[in-house]
């Protein structure tokens, strides 16, 4: 039985309605999860992540200008890159992939830039796999 122009007129409000709450529902479904906030008082000591046994950490000195090791071990991860930032500022594209040695440990050289307002507070995200973990840590004096 055809609806008649009248019921379909009735019924599209409805349909738009319900059009948009489902588009929302995806919408949500995609947003990322909001990143997990780990303290790592020493870095170079390493810290353990919220993630499946996933540990994290540096060699060298934590200094700006300098190059310095950052690794992560996170058994069966595939793509994990690390972005530096610092709170309140712009402080230029410092994103970084980190690639499995043989051992399969994902490494990256890292050189931070100086900061013009000499702060030394940043904040490491981290994106495993899609997932995302922020670390704030401080560098050393020079
Ligand atoms: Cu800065």
């Not at 890292?110 to 904040?123: E, T």
Request: contains cysteine.
């Amino acid at each position: 039985m055809a609806l008649s122009r009248r019921q379909l007129l009735l019924a599209a409000p409805w349909l738009v309605i319900g059009l948009i709450v489902a588009l929302l529902a995806a919408w949500q479904m995609r947003a990322p999860e909001p990143a997990r906030v780990v303290s790592c008082p020493d870095l170079r000591a390493g810290c353990s992540l919220p993630l499946d046994g996933a540990t994290v950490g540096v060699e060298g000195e934590l200094r700006v200008l300098k190059p310095f090791q950052l690794w992560l071990k996170a058994p069966g991860a595939r793509r994990v890159q690390a972005h530096f930032t610092m709170a309140g500022m712009d402080m230029g594209f410092n994103l970084y992939t980190l690639r499995p040695d043989a051992d399969g440990v994902f490494r990256a050289r890292i050189v931070l830039p100086v900061c013009v307002s000499g702060r030394r507070d940043w904040v490491m995200s981290l994106e495993i796999d899609g997932r995302r973990i922020e670390l704030p840590f401080v560098t050393e004096l020079s």
